[in-house]
């Protein structure tokens, strides 16, 4: 694998080798990417979301939130003191406005996703088509060097299993 070298981004001047043609590509879309994630209307709050949180907040509709707005300025002495009314219609509006952003963004992770597949599948294809070959050919006489190299990509191509924890299996006389 040869390099290509860039000129690097910083005040030194230094080469930085390139993986392959197609890094310097992705390094600029991703660098797109994160100005685009830099600049987002989002709250100031450096604390994530715990996945109880993440869950509640899915599974809330706008529709509920309307409601319980709808219900906090009906009946102010119930609602008022418990709900900002107008925290909540911001909320809606927000997720009504970015959910389309939202989207384009998970379609636009499954159009990279699907474009690596695609051009992995095809180079896996042939490696998996060249270690067919080179199954054959270490069986013969002169395949004697090749064996052990058929032997790692064996290895390599073959599913990882993951281990069963092995479960203490009870008595034989003993029912559940």
């Given at each position: ?30 660098a ?22 993440r ?13 319980a707005?709808v219900?906090a300025?009906g ?5 008022a003191?418990a709900a ?8 809606i ?10 989207d ?5 992770a499954?159009?990279?996703d699907?474009a ?37 990509m ?18 034989a006389?003993?029912?559940?």
């Amino acid at each position: 694998m040869s390099t290509v070298n860039e000129p690097a981004s910083g005040a030194t001047g230094a080469q930085e080798p390139v993986a392959n043609r197609f890094t310097p590509d992705a390094q600029e879309r991703m660098a797109r990417l994160r100005a685009m994630a830099a600049e987002f209307p989002d709250v100031s709050d450096p604390k994530g979301l715990t996945p109880a949180e993440r869950r509640i907040a899915r599974q809330t509709s706008a529709t509920a939130l309307e409601k319980a707005a709808v219900f906090a300025e009906g009946g102010p002495a119930v609602g008022a003191p418990a709900a900002n009314t107008a925290e909540m219609r911001d909320a809606i509006a927000f997720e009504l406005a970015y959910g389309g952003v939202r989207d384009e963004a998970r379609d636009l992770a499954r159009r990279v996703d699907e474009a690596i597949l695609r051009r992995k599948l095809k180079a896996v294809k042939e490696a998996r088509g060249l270690y067919r070959m080179a199954q054959s050919y270490a069986t013969l006489e002169v395949g004697e060097p090749v064996r052990s190299r058929v032997a790692d990509m064996k290895r390599a191509f073959s599913p990882r299993r993951r281990r069963n924890s092995a479960q203490p299996e009870s008595p034989a006389g003993e029912k559940k």
